[in-house]
């Protein structure tokens, strides 16, 4: 059995990931915390995460970025490994995440399902063989009207997966609009996209002379965030301090 402190547990991830467990004879939420306490959970919230006194195995972290800092404490505190799902950290918190990893299990994803986590694997082959024949490489994201930080998370991560295999000699341009000048061969394009219910929609796109190639990875359903969650969580229960990521829990 793995009991989890679900921080976030009512944002529509928490509802989710919830959901799961509860129909997960190896997973128990042993509490949950939010901003507020609405009465309607099996478990106990807590609206102050350092008033709970709850033991667990695993907190999840679904929550906003601006709450990161606490959780790290927390989790610091309590020597409780963290599977960290919210993503748009600020550099001041990825360093901050950097020192709490050194003594406790971290997860730190930008997406949480199988298939994106494929197409990192895609991606690196793709970037290997393509971008070295003069083949521009732009990423197109997309998102639902209440998601705030932009670019993705994702589309960072896979951004940094083709500048990985290049020793970061790519730059990225978020913005093309306050400049008139071609398009520099060393750069990566990210533009971001904002409406409507849209879940979540990431395309590379390797455009070389005369042909185009695009891997694209459409999510048409939160679930596969949550069941990826949940299934991080249980890779971390009993880890020893360090830094994972879905990959690992994928080859696990």
């Not at 959970?41 to 800092?69: E, G, N």
């Not at 896979?158 to 306050?178: P, Q």
Request: aromatic share 6%; with cysteine.
């Amino acid at each position: 059995m793995v009991k989890i402190i679900m921080h976030g547990c009512n944002g529509r991830m928490g509802q989710m990931i919830s959901g799961i467990c509860k129909e997960d004879l190896e997973m128990e939420i042993a509490a949950g915390v939010d901003r507020e306490d609405f009465g309607n959970t099996p478990y106990p919230v807590y609206t102050d995460l350092m008033a709970c006194d709850v033991k667990a195995d695993v907190m999840i972290d679904f929550s906003t970025a601006k709450a990161v800092d606490g959780v790290l404490e927390y989790c610091v505190a309590h020597k409780m490994p963290l599977a960290l799902c919210t993503t748009g950290l600020s550099e001041q918190q990825l360093e901050k995440v950097n020192q709490a990893q050194k003594e406790i299990a971290i997860l730190k994803s930008a997406n949480m399902s199988l298939g994106i986590n494929m197409l990192f694997a895609l991606l690196k082959s793709a970037a290997k063989a393509l971008a070295p024949a003069g083949f521009d490489i732009e990423i197109v994201e997309k998102h639902h009207n209440q998601k705030i930080d932009a670019p993705s998370g994702t589309a960072l991560a896979l951004a940094d997966a083709v500048n990985d295999a290049f020793n970061h000699a790519y730059e990225y341009k978020f913005d093309r609009s306050g400049e008139r000048k071609k398009r520099e061969e060393k750069e990566i394009g990210i533009s971001s996209v904002r409406g409507g219910s849209i879940v979540g929609e990431h395309e590379v796109i390797f455009a070389g002379k005369d042909e185009v190639i695009e891997l694209r990875h459409t999510a048409y359903s939160r679930a596969i965030f949550a069941k990826g969650a949940v299934e991080a969580a249980k890779f971390l229960k009993g880890k020893p301090a360090g830094i994972y990521d879905m990959q690992q829990v994928v080859a696990e």
